[in-house]
């Protein structure tokens, strides 16, 4: 319990360090808008536009914990936050039916606490914290029906529950409670039974969705003809599940702990074999092997579905496949550890018949490997940089009399949400500049979703608006975009390393077809500001023939 509460209050730590030099950006304003809305009924007509691609549940209940706490960037943060710890305590839990002590801790802690992914939607205004949550219960439920082998009415209602929650909250969703009722079918296979009460029960759950279909329609929209994401090299998927980098576990730690594994095995086997605590029944250690197949083989599964019909293989999408994770460490460290599964207490307690210096330095060797991780993610705060509020530069060029106009969604959101002079700040809808190939595989999709903003946003309605409206309102006015402003996408983006560093996924056209091609306007570059935004001044020429300029 002691070491559950500081892995608890470690993470809910690392938020709160987080939280208040992180501004809210691009996909967690989308969150806010709808979060924060005090009507409900506003908030789901919202929902049911081409905000979000994603299912309702998190909104739901997004709201009413804002309507509880706040809407503010900690409250919405700390809501995933305790989603994650919530998926912590259930894997937890979840192993320790099965393992021991120390391969429970190690199992849960070195993948919880070391995740980029995990770490860094700990401190996100998104769905995620949710979605990991949910897919824990389920596989605590699976761990305990599997088990027992009977199950009640009442067991069948908590599973379709379940179920209908996880698909209810994330697309992917469909993926990952079909992995979990493989993982029942194959494992009841083993077991020589079969329990199709169980099975009916999850696909009963899935039914759920048909609520969101129509919803699902609309928001879908916002992918067609392009989504945002570049297909997915080879390498990226060795990526995210080879340990060679910290997404799903921090490759460091894991070869750390390793280390450790080894070491006190080698230790124990200069001695005379001790005896441990009783080991679980195999079959229980099999099922739960069978579920981190099950729970790992959806990144293959999306990763092919990538290749060869849409690109939707993103590591956050994947979250929920760490708890396979969680399991084959576990596994790993039972192996090792079979004579020291005991508990702290146990193992270090003088005067009892199994402890002896073997019990002490492998005690020891555990305890500060633990220790370390229960400190990662304070550390990994300690670290954190933070995000720099948008528009500090804005003013650095001077023209502070001028409207501005921003090329990218998630810039003039940012500025709209925290500027004390929001109103100078435009948004331009041309859906044929964001309908060119060479706007990006983002581009026709940032215009739909600013376009279902101004719709759903009385706040934001006078301030994005379509570019005719514009230009003949303004005709002096700076306009904020990339330091390649006149830059054109490739029409085929392979690999996902250009999403991370968007690269070549979103050329906003609106400068180079209505400003640049145009004889009447005169652009003029300003200069770059440090964080790679180019400000151009953007004059009507006057027509020959008279004096003076257009202004304002």
Known sequence: MLVLAAAVLSLFGSCILISPGKSLWHDELYSWYLLADPSLSSMWTAFHDKLNVTPPLYFVLGWLWAQLVGASELSLRLFSALGIAAALILVWATLRKVYGFWPTCIGTLTVFLTSEIVLSQNVEARMYGLFLALCAAAVYQYASLDARGTFSFRDLAGLAVIHAAIVNTHLFGLFYSGAI????????????????????????????????????LVQSDVARPRGWLPSPRLSDFFELVGLVSPAFANVAFVAALVLCLVLIHTVRGRWQEVSGEQDAPVAGKRSLLVMALALIIPTAATWLLSRTVKPIFWDRYLLPSIIGYCIAIAHLASHFLSAYSHGVRDLLSPGTSRTDGRQIFAGAVLSAFVLVLLANPLWYAAQHDGRAFAGRFDLRFGYEDLPVVVEFPGGFLERWHYSTDRERYYFILDEAAAMKQESGLFGLQAHKHMDAFRRNCPQLRDNVVQSDDFLARFDRFIVIDYTDYDAACPTRVVGLQYARDW????????????????????????????????????????????TGSVLR
């Not at 009722?181 to 329990?195: E, H, K, N, S």
């Not at 609106?510 to 790679?532: F, K, Q």
Request: overall charge positive.
């Open 181 to 216: 009722l493989a993982a029942f079918v194959v494992a009841d296979v083993l077991r020589g039974r079969f329990r199709k009460g169980i099975y009916f029960a999850v696909v009963g759950g899935w039914m759920s969705f048909l609520f969101y279909l129509p919803a699902f």
């Open 503 to 546: 690269q070549d996924i979103h050329c906003p056209q609106w400068v180079e077809t209505r400003l640049l091609a145009n004889s009447d306007y005169a652009v003029t570059h300003l200069g770059n500001t440090p964080d790679w935004q180019a400000m151009l001044l953007v004059e009507r020429k006057a027509p020959q023939g008279t």
